[in-house]
């Protein structure tokens, strides 16, 4: 994969031909079971120890909450939540392991949030996207407990990233504008409106698709 590539050429590049030969890509999808459990199964066969695992994947997209498709919901939950579930759950009896033999450093387990996370007011237009992460929060705080309650040599953390040129939401690539606006009567607006005014909500601007535009 071109990804894989690009890596490969980074280490060579930044350490060497001994730092690539030190380098082994395993390839794993984590929004599916087996392709994670395969994943971590072939690192298990390598016999060496997981001293850590950084879970990165990441999906955004943006749309307003009142009508955004839940199928994009559960497409940015299953990765940027339950694929972190996933791989921390197939690789932590790996780092107990490794972290377990006398001398043995203690295993990390890092997960990359967001500067919007919990303690940040969460922006307009991504709700699928804040919510998982959110979750992502909460899930890195109660697995720290636990491993502290059984006292294991393991300590998860969580790194909230700023924005920066590459935001998994400036890259999205689908065309959710004209995907939302297809159907501008699906999201039954009667919810919201103000039960005190039958006549607020037909006041209310309707929203415009250009407000909603992906970068190419």
């Keep these: 994969p071109a990804s894989q590539a690009a890596l490969e050429a980074k280490v060579k590049a930044e350490g060497g031909a001994a730092a690539l030969a030190r380098l082994t890509c395993v ?4 929004t599916k ?24 994947a990441g999906l955004g997209y943006t749309g ?13 939950w299953d990765i940027n939540f339950l694929g972190y579930v996933r791989v921390v759950q197939a690789f932590l009896p790996l780092l107990r392991e490794a972290a ?16 919007g996370g919990r303690y940040s007011p969460s922006p307009p237009m991504i709700s699928a996207y804040m919510a998982s992460k959110w979750s992502v929060e909460a899930f890195v705080h109660t697995l720290r407990f636990e491993m502290q309650l059984r006292k294991l040599k393991c300590a998860p953390r969580l790194s ?18 004209s995907m939302l606006f297809a159907r501008p009567h699906q ?8 039960t005190h005014h039958p006549h607020a909500a037909a006041a209310r601007p309707k929203p415009h698709p250009t407000s909603l535009a992906h970068p190419p």
């Design 187 to 194: 999201h039954r607006a009667s919810a919201h409106r103000c």
């Design 27 to 30: 390839p794993l999808d984590v």
């Design 160 to 177: 909230r990233e700023g924005a920066s040129a590459s935001h998994a939401l400036s890259r999205a690539h689908t065309p959710l504008a």
């Design 100 to 115: 377990s033999k006398p001398g043995a450093r203690r295993g990390r387990v890092v997960c990359i949030g967001t500067g």
């Design 64 to 76: 307003p909450a009142e009508y955004f498709p839940i199928d994009l919901y559960k497409a940015c």
């Design 33 to 56: 079971d087996a392709s994670v459990e395969a994943a971590a199964a072939a690192v298990r066969a390598s016999g060496k120890p997981v001293v850590g695992v950084i879970c990165c």
